[in-house]
């Protein structure tokens, strides 16, 4: 009786793997609700064609796939008997609108940023991704553009191609005491070419290779009265460069769904080595680690959480690593924390707060800490770190819309910027 029992429980586990396991035929497929991607595209990234031999398991790989791309926010199929063995598979896809003005105001670390542009991500239904940009960051204005195809020549394969032209000001801040004492600063202007090569070489495994032209000058044009007074003497200009950086990189995993309702991981690694084009500078190694995971707990619940690492070996302070409350570690100074080795950490849990056909709200709390230092063994405390809440005002009919307003109160070193405002995803 009791093996009776083992094998009928065994049987009921095992039953699902076997219908996914089920081999059916695909007589034809029917693609239906894209207005603007071609069938060809989507019947590229479901990797199914008519009379080909199947299972389940395909299938529900190929709707992730086009879950993946970002154009839809919705995916669905069905399987229609034609016979036994043959099926027609229905496919129904919702597009989003991809043609996406960029309007983006943020706040954050002391400083205002402004961006405007324009750029869609399914030019001509190809899935071919092409924008250009302009920014403003406290008068240093910026502009870039770019061109991106995911799936080059029709493979798993694809090339970012970017032209930069940028103005950044740095401020360098006294590292060993708590408050924000400004101890030199400079405006950087950068002439940029990019070009990044990316193979899928496995499923959620892709390998970079790219190369980087920089060439970079500084002055002390834009920097305020009060900054130069507080600098004085102190003043020191990087030199003036002129690089490629060569870099390699590996990523595993992926994330899926939707702004509010992420589920994944990804781990990235990055290795680079620059050869300067003259004898002010010396070659120079830097790398990097970046690991993003999101997880939904309980019902409108989602843990999300960004880890970062870099490091670099010289002594060019236009290389090193800058955080700041911009982007990084908010209630700080954009630029607090500079040095040659970082670690950050940013760890939110975030809940649903209010849910509509054309909007979603999500509140959030949050920490944040980072660790810089001068050699790498030495990132062995933490240096800064904040706590906080915020608000997330979600689109869900716009390609990756999310505005953010957060409140954060330092609880490791000292400042005073608070409220940080954005546009888009924080990460």
Excluded at 31 to 50: A, D, F, M, Q
Aim: aromatic residues 12%; proline residues 4%.
């Amino acid at each position: 009786m009791q093996r009776v029992s083992l094998f009928i429980v065994n049987f009921l586990f095992l039953l699902p793997l076997v219908c996914l396991s089920e081999v059916l035929t695909v007589s034809s497929i029917e693609i239906s609700g894209n207005h603007k991607t071609k069938s060809s595209v989507i019947l590229r990234e479901l990797k199914i064609r008519p009379q080909d031999k199947i299972s389940l398991v395909q299938i529900d790989e190929g709707i992730s796939r086009l879950k993946r791309t970002g154009l839809f926010s919705t995916v669905t199929y069905q399987l229609i008997d034609q016979d036994l063995q043959n099926k027609q598979l229905v496919v129904q896809v919702t597009e989003k609108w991809t043609t996406i003005p960029i309007l983006k105001v943020n706040s954050g670390g002391g400083v205002s940023q402004y961006t405007v542009g324009v750029y869609d991500p399914n030019i001509f239904g190809e899935y071919l991704e092409a924008g250009l940009q302009y920014e403003n960051l406290e008068g240093a204005g910026s502009g870039v553009v770019w061109f991106k195809n995911p799936r080059f020549l029709g493979q798993d394969q694809g090339i970012d191609l970017q032209y930069w032209n940028t103005k950044r000001i740095r401020i360098k801040y006294d590292q060993e005491t708590s408050g924000p004492n400004i101890k030199n600063g400079f405006l950087q202007e950068r002439e940029k070419i990019y070009a990044d090569y990316f193979k899928e070489f496995a499923k959620d495994k892709i390998a970079r290779i790219s190369i980087d032209y920089n060439k970079d000058q500084f002055s002390t044009r834009l920097l305020s009265d009060e900054v130069l007074n507080e600098i004085g003497s102190n003043l020191a200009l990087p030199p003036e460069t002129e690089l490629f950086i060569t870099k390699l990189g590996l990523e595993f995993g992926s994330i899926n769904g939707d702004p509010q309702s992420l589920s994944g991981s990804l781990l990235g690694f990055y290795f680079g080595y620059a050869e300067p084009l003259n004898s002010k500078v010396e070659s120079f190694v830097q790398g990097d680690i970046s690991f993003n995971y999101y997880k939904p707990v309980l019902p409108d619940w989602q843990l999300a959480q960004r880890i970062l690492i870099g490091s670099t070996t010289t002594d060019v302070l236009q290389y090193w690593h800058y955080l700041g409350g911009l982007d990084r570690i908010r209630g700080f100074a954009d630029n607090r924390f500079s040095a040659r080795h970082y670690g950050l950490s940013n760890s939110e849990i975030r809940y649903l707060f209010m849910q509509k056909p054309s909007f979603l709200i999500q509140t959030i709390g949050f920490l944040d800490f980072a660790m810089v230092a001068d050699q790498f063994s030495a990132l062995n405390q933490i240096h800064a770190a904040s706590v906080g809440t915020g608000v997330r005002i979600i689109l869900p009919k716009f390609y990756r819309f999310v505005v953010r307003l957060d409140y954060a109160k330092p609880i490791i070193k000292n400042d005073t910027m608070n409220l940080s405002l954005g546009v888009q995803q924080f990460f």
